[in-house]
Nanobody, 123 residues
């Protein structure tokens, strides 16, 4: 599975951005698709995930501001980011894998990664 992320950029605090991640190859119903982010000198943190069933999961820090969605026909997931804060500044990565629920928030559970897309939020 190859993943291609896009949509990063510069936004002001309170603004919005939408990230996209297109998957090529087989990502059947057992796959979870997930967004992680990595800030300067930080580890890779879970942001949001969506299962084939469209069940969604969020980090507490983004709940109510970010929305993850998927278009199965296009093999694409999206991350709509609203009410952005400077602390949302990071490289955002999409990931995919056959991951059980309890391991979904751990980046080591994934073996398919897209390149990062940079989100910068100015105050």
């Amino acid at each position: 599975v190859q993943l291609q992320a896009s949509g990063g950029g510069l936004a002001q605090a309170g603004g919005s951005l939408r990230l996209s991640c297109v998957a090529s190859g087989h990502t059947g119903s057992s796959y979870v698709m997930t967004w992680f982010r990595q800030g300067p000198e930080k580890g890779r943190d879970f942001v949001a995930a969506i299962r084939w069933s469209s069940n969604t999961y969020y980090a507490e820090s983004v709940k109510g501001r970010f929305t993850i969605s998927r278009d199965n026909a296009k093999n694409t997931i999206y991350l709509q980011m609203n009410s952005l804060k400077p602390e949302d500044t990071a490289l955002y990565y999409c990931a995919a894998g056959r991951v059980i629920l309890s391991a979904m928030r751990d980046p080591v559970s994934y073996n398919n990664w897209g390149q990062g897309t940079l989100v910068t939020v100015s105050s």
